[in-house]
């Protein structure tokens, strides 16, 4: 596992575990990430999701949309969820499988419904900056779906040997 938390950080007030679990003969390590509502924090998603993604050997490609995807998701909890309350919190889960990638993100807000998002290529929303995070989301992702009245966003990647 090469996801690394350097010094900088670790002022922050924020809490990173590992732990291995067994599972029908397969190892799946997650990591669990617990942040202040802010869009401060992003540099950090970046940089563990880039090191996950490399550590499990996606593509070049699938490795971007996953990074997207998951940067989308974070900022979606932020400032939607937790309208940048930094007293709340946004938790995330990445579970490392052997053949995907399941990230879980949590924030602390009130939720949302899904489908009153409007359609971001719908004419009639071309200009309207909100609707396309969730819109690349789905995507980027194999799987996406949403939880706990939409507080909690449930992705899922497979990589492509095991599609």
């Known amino acids: 596992m090469g996801v690394a938390v ?14 291995n679990l067994q599972v029908k003969k397969t190892t799946e390590h997650v990591i669990h990430l617990d942040l202040p509502s802010s869009t401060h924090f992003i540099y950090v998603i970046d940089s563990i999701i880039s090191e996950i993604v490399n550590d499990m050997g996606f593509d070049k490609e699938a490795s971007e949309q996953i990074n997207l995807a998951v940067i989308e ?12 309350d930094s007293s709340k919190r946004t938790r995330f889960e990445f579970i490392l499988g052997r053949e995907e990638l399941t990230v879980i993100v949590e924030d602390q807000g009130v ?16 200009l309207k900056s909100s609707g396309r995070g969730i819109f690349l989301m789905e995507t980027c992702m194999d799987s996406v779906t949403y939880e706990g009245s939409g507080r909690i966003v449930k992705m899922v990647k497979s990589k492509p040997s095991a599609i």
């Open 6 to 19: 350097f010094g900088s950080q670790a002022n922050l007030d924020s809490r990173i575990s590992v732990r």
């Open 73 to 84: 998701a974070a900022v979606n909890a932020f400032k939607h969820g937790n309208n940048e």
């Open 111 to 126: 939720g949302f419904n899904r489908e009153s998002v409007a359609d971001p290529l719908d004419p009639s929303n071309l």
